[in-house]
Each structure stands twice: as structure tokens, then as C-alpha cells.
């Protein structure tokens, strides 16, 4: 439960927090955005990661369709002040059944069942290798499924890219060599339908300063904003974007985002893959986590941080009664070093009522708020743990 | 169509800063031309040296600029993903090949005009009016349809891999096809098979007096085939790749 490996690039803003760290049992997020945790195991954590390997098993059937519907449905139900796509919902604009995608013994996209919605804002997010970028390129007609069906306004993938539907920028999108970002920018234009002014992509993709430079001479970062041009070129509907920012300085993230917000505001649909937390916080309304091709949970932000027992609650006891601690209500992972009990809770407000309610009387109570990215990791564990499968970090 | 031209147009506009281009397909077989054509005094296929050698020369340039250049820069787009960044686009999803062909229409012309002109005026082969325009056609058919073949390595091989395929290619239809000099005997009966060899052969024998055996165009009709066929087995078999 605990050996998450190497992090997710994290800010540092909403990891573990330093405190944690001299309690040396406890692991936190670095400056450097790894993830520690002490080598030595409690029982108390196996313990929980049982319960969660248990808990998840029982749900795991219910959770592909059932818990899909219900999240769905509340999905709809919540409001979305998160993203920056609003609340505009409409015609279904991508339809994931069933889509699975094998190379020989492996699964890389293993069931995927989903579906975008007019004007969502939309982060698929996993680690690398969970089938984000084979699911993309599926999306977009360059591989094709192995079982199962996608559709992308209502027709074949192929029909949607072919008629300009859809602007996308891939990780494996390359450049024409030799050429200005200019004449790159007014060929690709060329092609589109329904093209935008060739300035009007240049000034939203923040590339006008050098178009005149040779494509093979940019940066990396101008590299990715030249590509994303050639993305939002068209007058497309739905924007895919494949880890946008890759290679991006802050600033120019930054910069990014705020171009992506004018497209969004246009009543785009956007389906972007990322593995930089922070950005699926802000800037979806919806997140689908993925991990070993399979949908792991589908909801806004906050659904999410909850679904993942999302709140910290920290407390010191005189008596510590471990069994009792393990039977709180909410309870998602326990850990306790001599008299300071850490719970992660997906309701922390039940469990330090029942601690209150039993008799103790705990001093310096903390909760704090778990960011997406614990409850992603924490998700992702599950999972992996659920399968057996130690997770193994970043593997490129 | 009108995605393909504007794509045409842009690699057209690629390549005039392209000085490899240049030196491959028209500096080296000008620069032989000149050092050789006049050197020689014997007859070759029946006709002076300076007219075979034109023919050789002009084909030898035409037919590396549709192969080598092609070919790398294919395998090249291909592993840098600009393949898939046109698949992303309205393009039908032939257009990237049928652009890379269409180039090499264009891409052939020069070492072809250049070579035949210093064949008039340098090597002074004087032909009949009509002579000239289906020497021209023939070279230009003849090289044009190794662009099919260019897009078959380009698909096939990695970029570190497609100097030495296509430098075998070149050589051995530049020495067997008798385009280096003329092939007689054992190398001739291997090489009259090749698409080289014919093209020249049609060259050097509309000259000698317009006859020309029906099976050196067939031939040149089966290599396209040939060529075709590959080209179109690499594309749909990386599909999923590009």
C-alpha cells in the first residue's frame, strides 16, 4: 500500500506535508516531489491495505458498471465550478464500449467503457503506461481496437478526423523539417474544412513572435506550442490533447492553459492526457483515472478526492487500542506511531466523532485535505494491490 | 486533392533548399558527363558513346533522386511522427504517398532537361525532333517509378538502416542496369532484367532507329507493379506504427 515509488512530479503544495516527516514512519513528498515512506511495515498498514485489497475485490465487478452508472449520474448531479468548462453538457461527443486494445499477451487498454459529453473538459489521467496514449490513438483512428467500439460524433473515428471534427496533438506528433512555423501553420491550415485565420492560431498558441523561424531550430517547449497549433488550427469541435505540456516551463504552462481556456469558452469539447496532477485539478471538470487500461474512477475533482478517502486526520492518544482504531468508520488506512495516529478517512468527520464517542479525548487534532494527487496514487495503489501487482512508479 | 497539391507544394518548396538533393541528382552525373562522354570513342548498344552516356547519365541522375532522397526522408518523417501529425488532419490517408510520388515527378525533370541538353550541345548527339520528348518521357517513367520503391524502404527500414538498403538498391541497378557503362555478355543477361537497363536500352534504341523490342516497356510496366506492390504491403503493415 505504501511503496508508491517515484512520484508524479508533484507541486509540494498538497503532499504529505513536512510535519509528517519527523515522525519518521510516515511518508510525505519531498521537495523533489518523490515519495517516501520508511522501509519498515506496520502491521496497521498492512492491515488496511488487506481491507482495501478486500473492500476493492468485492467491488471491483460492481465497480465497471454499476458504480459507472452511479458516478454518472452524480456526475451529472454535481455542480462543476471546477473546471473551466462549466456545467455545459450535451450530445454525446465520444463513446467508448468495451474498447480493449492488445499486443500479443499484453493488455494495454483492457474495457474501456466511457463517454464525453459536448463542452466537457476532460482529463484522462493515469501513470505512464496505463493506456492513455494507446486510448488516444484509438480515439483518433490510428490504431484500431483490438475489441469493442468507438465512436466520435456518432461515426467511425476515421470520418470525424477526416472531416476536421477534431484537432489533435499527440506526443509522437512530429514536424515538417526545413520549413517556417508560418508556412508548417498555413499547410496544416490548408487542409482544415473549416480553417481559423492562420494569425488568429499563431496569437492563441502563443507562437506569432517566431513564426518565422525554421520549425528543426525551436526549443522544445515552442516545439509543443507549434504543435498545438497545428491542434486548434481547424475549427474542430473536440481538441485531444496528449500531455500538452510536456517539455513546457512553468510560464509557458501557464501561458498554455490560458490559451486553452479561450478555446473551452468557444463550447469546445477538450480531452486531455496528463500525468501532471495540478492540471487535471484546474482545468477539468471531469477526471477518468486510468491505470493498466482500465477505468478506475470517473467524476469531477472533488469526487474523486473523495472517492479516495480523501481527508487526514491526525490526533495523539494516551492509550492507543489498535483494534478499535481499525473498526472506525471511514476508514481507509491507519498508521500509528507510538501515541500519533494518522487516519485517512473518506469521512473524517464520522471518524473523530466515533473516537470522540468512545471516550477518548485526543489532542492536537489536524484534518487536512488530501489533494488529487493522493487520491490518485491512493487509487491507483488499490488497484495495483487489488491485481497483486506492486506499484512499480513511473516506467518509461 | 486540393490538401495533396498544397502538400506538394510545400515539399517542393523543401527541397529547392535541399543542396544533397542537387549534388546527387544533377552535379554528379553532370560532372561525369563531362569528364567521360568525350573521353570514349567506341560505340555502345549501337550508338556513339555520347548518346548512350546521355541516356545513362540523365537516367542515373533521376533515378537516385527518386530513390535516395525519398527513401531516407520518408523513414526520416516517419520516425519523427510527421507521418501522424498528417493523419490527424483532413488529409485522405494516401495523400502523404501520393505526394512523396508526385514530388518525384518533379524532382526527376532536372537531371533529365540538364543531362539531354548537354547531350545536344556537349556530347553532340543530334537527334530528330520527336527523339528527344520520348527519350525524355522514358528516363523520366523509367526513374519516376523508383519513388514507389523509395516509399517501400522509407516504410520498412529505420533511418539508420536505410543508407545501406538503398545504397545496394542503387548500386546494383546502376552497375548491372549499365548505367556506370555499358554491360555486355554474362552482366547483360542479369542485368537486361533490371528497370535501369531497360529504360536505357529504349533510349539508345529509338535512337539507333526507332525499333524497340515490346518487352523492354512491359518490362518497365512490371517493375512499376513490382515497386507498386511493395510500397503498398510496407504501408499497410506499419500501419499501426506510423
Redesign the interface.
Known amino acids: 500500500m505504501s511503496q508508491y515509488g517515484t512520484g508524479y512530479g508533484a507541486s509540494g503544495s498538497d503532499g504529505g506535508g513536512p510535519e509528517y516527516d519527523t515522525h519518521g514512519r510516515y511518508g510525505g513528498y519531498g521537495r523533489d516531489g518523490e515519495y517516501r515512506t520508511q522501509a519498515g511495515q506496520d502491521d496497521y498498514q498492512d492491515h488496511a491495505a488487506i481491507r482495501l485489497a478486500a473492500d476493492h475485490a468485492a467491488d471491483h465487478a460492481a465497480d465497471h458498471a454499476a458504480d459507472h452508472a452511479a458516478d454518472h449520474a452524480a456526475d451529472h448531479a454535481a455542480d462543476h465550478a471546477a473546471g473551466f468548462g462549466g456545467s455545459r453538457r450535451g450530445a454525446p461527443v465520444v463513446t467508448f464500449e468495451n474498447v480493449s486494445k492488445h499486443y500479443g499477451r499484453l493488455r494495454a487498454v483492457d474495457g474501456l467503457t466511457l463517454d464525453l459529453r459536448a463542452g466537457e473538459t476532460v482529463a484522462l489521467l493515469g501513470p505512464n503506461g496505463a493506456g492513455k496514449s494507446t486510448s488516444l490513438d484509438m480515439l483518433?483512428?490510428?490504431?484500431?481496437p483490438t475489441i469493442g467500439r468507438i465512436r466520435m460524433f456518432g461515426d467511425e473515428p476515421h470520418h470525424a478526423?477526416?472531416?476536421?471534427r477534431v484537432?489533435?496533438m499527440?506526443q509522437?506528433?512530429?514536424?515538417?523539417?526545413?520549413?517556417t512555423v508560418r508556412?508548417l501553420v498555413e499547410?496544416?491550415t490548408?487542409?482544415?474544412?473549416n480553417p481559423e485565420p492562420v494569425a488568429t492560431t499563431l496569437k492563441r498558441a502563443g507562437i506569432a513572435q517566431f513564426a518565422d523561424q525554421r520549425v528543426d531550430r525551436l526549443s522544445g517547449g515552442q516545439t509543443q506550442r507549434v504543435?498545438f497549433a497545428?491542434?486548434i488550427c481547424?475549427k474542430s469541435e473536440l481538441i485531444v490533447l496528449d500531455e500538452p505540456t510536456a517539455a513546457m516551463d512553468v510560464e509557458t504552462r501557464r501561458l498554455f492553459w490560458n490559451s486553452m481556456k479561450e478555446e473551452v469558452a468557444q463550447g469546445r469539447t477538450l480531452l486531455f492526457a496528463t500525468h501532471y496532477l495540478e492540471e487535471a485539478d484546474q482545468a477539468a471538470d471531469r477526471i477518468l483515472v486510468i491505470n493498466r487500461g482500465r477505468l478506475l474512477a470517473d467524476g469531477t475533482p472533488a469526487e474523486i478526492k473523495e472517492r479516495a478517502g480523501a481527508k487526514r486526520l491526525s490526533l495523539r492518544l494516551d492509550q492507543v487500542d489498535e483494534p478499535f482504531l481499525l473498526g472506525l468508520p471511514g476508514l481507509v488506512n491507519l498508521e500509528v506511531r507510538r501515541h500519533v495516529v494518522q487516519i485517512q478517512s473518506r469521512d473524517s468527520d464520522a471518524t473523530l466523532y466515533a473516537i470522540l464517542d468512545a471516550g477518548y479525548r485526543p489532542r492536537e487534532i489536524e484534518v487536512t485535505s488530501l489533494g488529487l494527487e493522493q487520491a490518485f496514487l491512493a487509487i491507483t495503489a488499490e488497484d495495483d494491490a487489488a491485481n497483486g501487482h506492486a506499484y512499480a512508479g513511473e516506467t518509461n | 486533392m486540393a490538401g495533396t497539391l498544397a502538400l506538394t507544394k510545400a515539399e517542393l518548396r523543401r527541397l529547392v533548399h535541399n543542396k544533397r538533393y542537387f549534388i546527387f541528382t544533377v552535379a554528379f552525373p553532370v560532372v561525369l558527363y563531362l569528364l567521360i562522354a568525350r573521353s570514349v570513342t567506341k560505340t555502345a548498344y549501337g550508338v556513339s558513346f555520347g548518346g548512350y552516356y546521355m541516356i545513362a547519365m540523365a537516367m542515373f541522375g533521376a533515378f537516385s533522386g527518386a530513390l535516395n532522397g525519398n527513401a531516407q526522408r520518408i523513414s526520416q518523417e516517419k520516425k519523427e511522427g510527421w507521418i501522424r501529425q498528417l493523419r490527424l488532419t483532413p488529409l485522405p490517408a494516401n495523400a502523404y504517398v501520393v505526394t512523396k510520388v508526385l514530388v518525384s515527378f518533379a524532382t526527376t525533370v532536372p537531371a533529365i532537361v540538364i543531362v539531354l541538353l548537354l547531350g545536344r550541345f556537349y556530347g553532340n548527339v543530334h537527334l530528330p525532333g520527336w527523339e528527344w520528348p520520348v527519350i525524355g518521357v522514358t528516363i523520366w517513367f523509367g526513374a519516376t517509378i523508383f519513388a514507389a520503391l523509395a516509399v517501400a524502404v522509407g516504410y520498412r527500414f529505420p533511418p539508420d538502416q536505410v543508407q545501406p538498403v538503398t545504397l545496394t538498391v542503387y548500386f546494383i541497378f546502376a552497375i548491372i542496369g549499365g548505367l556506370w557503362f555499358p554491360v555486355g555478355g554474362f552482366l547483360e543477361s542479369i542485368g537486361k532484367f533490371t528497370p535501369t537497363y531497360e529504360a536505357v536500352k529504349i533510349g539508345t534504341d529509338v535512337i539507333q532507329g526507332g525499333s524497340v523490342p515490346v518487352g523492354l516497356p512491359i518490362g518497365l510496366v512490371i517493375w512499376l507493379g513490382i515497386f507498386v506492390a511493395l510500397a503498398t504491403v510496407a504501408v499497410r503493415s506499419t500501419a499501426e506504427t506510423v
Not at chain 1, 490548408?190 to 474544412?193: E, T, V
Open positions: 483518433l483512428a490510428l490504431r484500431k478526423v477526416k472531416s476536421g484537432g489533435a499527440l509522437s506528433g512530429g514536424l515538417m523539417p526545413e520549413v508556412e499547410l496544416v490548408k487542409l482544415h474544412p504543435r497545428l491542434a481547424g
